[in-house]
């Protein structure tokens, strides 16, 4: 199984970037996938996940700004932030969630929010 998150970078406030990331190894269409993050010196948190049937959840924070979807043909799941600001800055990580047995994470990709 491997999820290969890209797409971060450095953006000035109010910039937006698109998240990517490609799932290998699982029936991802049975997968609910998220988007987590982690800034320097806290918790990894929730960001954004997506259901089998397209629901949608997001942390208060980014709602309104942050739009997660899923390309269930190409394996792929999407974050598309908007409005960014300097706290969205963090390691950003891509979940998948099978409906049974363990979750898979990937390896992360840096957002760094600065002007």
């Known amino acids: 199984v491997q999820l290969q998150a890209s797409g971060g970078g450095l953006v000035q406030p109010g910039g ?4 990517s990331c490609a799932a290998s190894g699982i029936i991802f269409s049975t997968n609910v996938m998220g988007w987590y993050r982690q800034a320097p010196g806290k918790q990894r948190e929730l960001v954004a996940t997506i259901g089998t049937g397209r629901n949608t959840n997001y942390a208060e924070s980014v709602k309104g700004r942050f739009t997660i ?11 598309q932030m908007n409005s960014l600001k300097p706290e969205d800055t963090a390691v950003y990580y891509c979940k998948a969630r ?5 979750v898979y994470w990937g390896q992360g990709t840096q957002v760094t929010v600065s002007s």
């Open 16 to 19: 937006s970037l698109r998240l």
């Open 98 to 102: 099978p409906p049974w047995g363990q």
């Open 69 to 79: 979807f899923r390309d269930n043909a190409k394996n792929m799941v999407y974050l």
